[in-house]
């Protein structure tokens, strides 16, 4: 069908702009390839959330917090997230902010509030 792709704002990080290039490719040769329609949504504010990727399918609509690194993360819902590098050190993901579990959890919900509040003019 088709791949359709809309930047809100450029990004401040190059890992972001890295990543949505690969995303962006990988998401319209899919789209190429299975004839759906797909929208990829990058960086954009919801309900004064800062939103690095969306990607809205026919029936789905998927809300990514972009990260970077390499190594074994460890962590659970509500507490700190550590990632061990694979030469041996380790640090605090997010360090004084929410883990990313609950900032991709916080974003989600500001995705679906917008939406519910605008159902009648989407839908």
């Given at each position: 069908?088709?791949?359709h ?8 990080y ?10 962006s ?7 190429d390839?299975?004839?759906?329609r ?6 954009f ?21 972009l ?14 997230w550590?990632?061990q590098?694979p ?9 004084g ?8 959890r ?5 995705m ?12």
């Amino acid at each position: 069908m088709s791949f359709h792709y809309w930047k809100g704002t450029d990004s401040d990080y190059d890992h972001e702009d890295k990543q949505i290039k690969q995303l962006s490719a990988t998401l319209s040769k899919w789209s190429d390839d299975t004839k759906t329609r797909i929208h990829l949504l990058t960086n954009f504010y919801v309900g004064g959330e800062e939103i690095d990727a969306a990607i809205i399918l026919p029936n789905v609509i998927i809300v990514i917090d972009l990260k970077t690194g390499s190594g074994k993360i460890n962590g659970s819902e509500n507490g700190e997230w550590v990632c061990q590098k694979p030469d041996g050190d380790k640090f605090v993901l997010n360090k004084g902010k929410k883990n990313p579990y609950l900032q991709g959890r916080q974003k989600r919900w500001a995705m679906v509030n917008y939406l519910e509040q605008r159902k009648g003019e989407i839908l």
